[in-house]
Each structure stands twice: as C-alpha cells, then as structure tokens.
C-alpha cells in the first residue's frame, strides 16, 4: 500500500486485486460470499458490495447470476491503478503558469510525437462538412442575426445546444445559456461570477493545469480534494472541507476528468450536487470530455442533479467536433445573468461565422454520427495504446482505465523523476505532460498523462515503446 488513505470499500477492493495479481485468487475461483467477508473483515454488505462492483469495473472479476463473483481469466493480471492521493487540506497560492508555458512552447513542434498535447489528432474531427454548413449559414446571414446574437450568442446556436440538454433530460432556462470562446472563458467567466479575490475555490487533486491558471490570474487561493481515478472527487473529504472552511466554489470535472479520466457514477454526482446545495457552494463543472463516452449513452453531467441553479456547466465543441473553431458555453443556472455581465464587459460577444457553422451542423451535419466514429476510434485506440504500456512500462507503473476520453495517467516507481523523463523524452522528439503540471504543491512528481488519441499514427507506438525504455533508465 502507498501513504494514501483509502475508503473502507477502495481498500477492500485494492487487497483482493493484490491477492488476484500475486495468483493467491486464481482466475475462475469464487470470491467469498458477500456475507464471509462482511464478517471476515467487519464492514457492511454495501461496503463488499461497492468493493466487488469496482473490482468487476476494473475487469479483475465477473459477476454470474445467482452464483457470485468469480475472479476473470486474463493471460496475464493487468497493472494496477493508480490510487487518489489526500492532498494536505491548506490553501496553497497558485503559481504553475511559468512551468505550463515552458511545457507548452516545448511541444508545438509539428515533429514531436505529441503525446504531451491535450488534442486529439485532427484527422477524426470533420472540417470539410463544418466548413460547407458554414459557407451555406453565412450566404443565408440576415444581417439583423448579427446583432441579434450579442452578447449570450447566436439564437440558432443556443437553440440546438438547448434541445440536446433537454435529449439528456435537462431543461435549461431560456436565458441560461451563454456560448463564449471556448469552454475555456466559460469557466474563468464562471469562476470570476462566483468569487472575489482571495477567496478560497476546491479543484482536484490532480487537476487540469488550465483550471490553476484560473486561479492563479483572478488571485484566488486553492484548496486540493482527492480524486479517485475510478470515482472521482472523494465525498468524505470534501464533505470534512467544507464544514472546516468556508469555500467560495468548486471546480470539478465529473465526466473523464483531465488528467485521470475518472468517471464518477451518477449516484456520487447526484450526491455531490446535493452535499454542494446544503453548504450553498457553487459547483463550476468542466464537461468538455462528457460526449467521448465509452458506453452506450452519455454519461449524465452533475447539472443533471441541480435543483437549485447551483451548478454552472461548461463545455465546448474543441474535443468532440470543432478544434480550432473556439466554441464553448456555460449553462450557467442562478448565475447566469451575473455571467452574462461578464461576457459583455470583457468580450462583448463571440465571433458569429463558427457559430453559424456549428448551429448548420448541428442541424444538418450528422452530429451523432460522428460521435459514434470518433468515440469507436478513440476507444480502440485506448486500448492498443494500454496494452503497450503493460509491456513496455517498468514493474511497478500504475496506469488508468478509463472508459472514455483519450488520456492515461501513469504513476511510475518512485525512484522516476517525470520532469527528467520528459525533458529527455523531449531530446527525442517525444513530448508528454509531466504529473508536476496538474496540482499547485507538484506533488505528482513520478507521475505522467499521455494523450492516447491519434488512431492510426504508428509513430506513437514507437514513441510509448521509447517512453517505456526510457523510464526503466530511471
Ligand atoms: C478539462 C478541460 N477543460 C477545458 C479545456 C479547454 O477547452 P476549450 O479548448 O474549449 O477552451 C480543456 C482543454 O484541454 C480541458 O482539458
């Protein structure tokens, strides 16, 4: 076991895949009963139960129908996850802009193999029908549509994104919806609507460097909650946050979380919504990841659970359809008019051509479609890209499964510094996201996220192979 504290039922689950991967359980043996090891270990069926059920998610056993759970014949015990690390519970200014920009600049070179970078490639995005719904929407602009769509967007647009939450069962405010620059401004927009500076914002641990700029430019100060790479953001801890100090927001990713790819469950972020309502904090959740869904329906967002206005979702079409074209929005409940504010005393509007081209496809393009493809693509690839890391990483490397997005995050032996590896991986034209990058005290220091998303390019075989030889030099 590593220094984290884990709950009664992550432990439960981490003992028996331990016993699973030294073969004391053997593949087609049966767990015990849920009721010996309720008394074996002295905890509750719910607590087995939620162990067996995250140890079935991880495919280290299979449930049979009114038999139990038996452990899964794999040729070879798949690497171990990595494990949520309890951050110190103390705010922390946030400096990491300087270490990004270094990063960032290293990687733009169009001859290194990008598994630093956050895109997935531009072969699976379809700019040729983007590009024809937007000659087709601006030949068709009426000029009163220009002024029309300041300052929250264009009608059009904001009509399409609001019948795809209603899909989804969510009934947004006609007023709710802003569409902005990106997710990227909807989320400083949110964040600067619901906090003053020195305020006091929860992010995860590890978390998106984008989200530490945030903070770091509106002078906000960050407090760091666990972050399961399985079930996301740590309740218990949290729930212990917030009746210690009194926090202005949180900024959370629920759906394929950057950098883990954690997925929490609906029942946690319905739980999560409800614990954030009680103590009338305001969740700011980042869903650009949200469509890229391994499964067969989106996963519902936290905003799904919001009764009270409380959650301001933000996402954007950068991930999923349209990089490059800058399109993003914040659903942004109760705040929506303080947001709206914001938007026009700092940019006015965003620009209207990619707006019209997204409202045309949206109607015309086959959005769905295309969903489908990217999703099977990135999957596939997900799991070529897991299977080299099981051969070629050193002993002892942690890896995720997540069950969408384009991201593993490793944890390596100890003794790996990844900033080294990354600097010498860089020297061989291999970029990667250094684990220092994703928390304000760098504490992810022998940890790496790679971006797994370019089906198709052999060089990022060769490069992980690479990666992986590199890291067992240490
Ligand atoms: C979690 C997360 N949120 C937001 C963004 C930014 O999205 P956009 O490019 O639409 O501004 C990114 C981009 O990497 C991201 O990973």
Redesign the pocket.
Known sequence: MSETTLNRYQQLAEDIADGIRAGALRPGERLPSVRQTCAQRGVSPSTVFQAYARLESQGLVEARPRSGYYVRATRRAPRAEPQAAPPRDEATPVAVSELVFDLLESTRDGDVVPLGS??PAAHLFPFDTLARCGARAMRRLAPARITGALTAGDEGLRHGLRRRYALQGIALAENELIVTH????A?NLCLQAVTQPGDLVVVESPT?Y?ALHALERLHLRAVEVATDPRDGVDLDALAGLLSRQRVAACWF?PSFQ?PLGALMPPLRKQALVELLARHRVPLIE?D??GELHDGARRPPPAKAFDREGGVLHCS????CLA?GY?V?WAAAGRYAPAVTRLKMMSSLATALPPQLALADYLDHGGYDRHLRRLREALAAQRQRALRLVERCFPPGTRVTRPQGGYFLWLELPKGVDALALHQRAMAEGISTAPGALFSADRRFTHHLRLNVGHPGDRRFDAALRRLGELAHAG
Not at 182 to 185: L, N, Q, R, V, W
Not at 316 to 319: A, D, L, M, N, Y
């Open positions: 956050a895109f990106g997710a990227m401004e989320l998106f984008a990713m950057n980042d650009v990841y954007s079409f950068s991930k990089p800058r993003g």
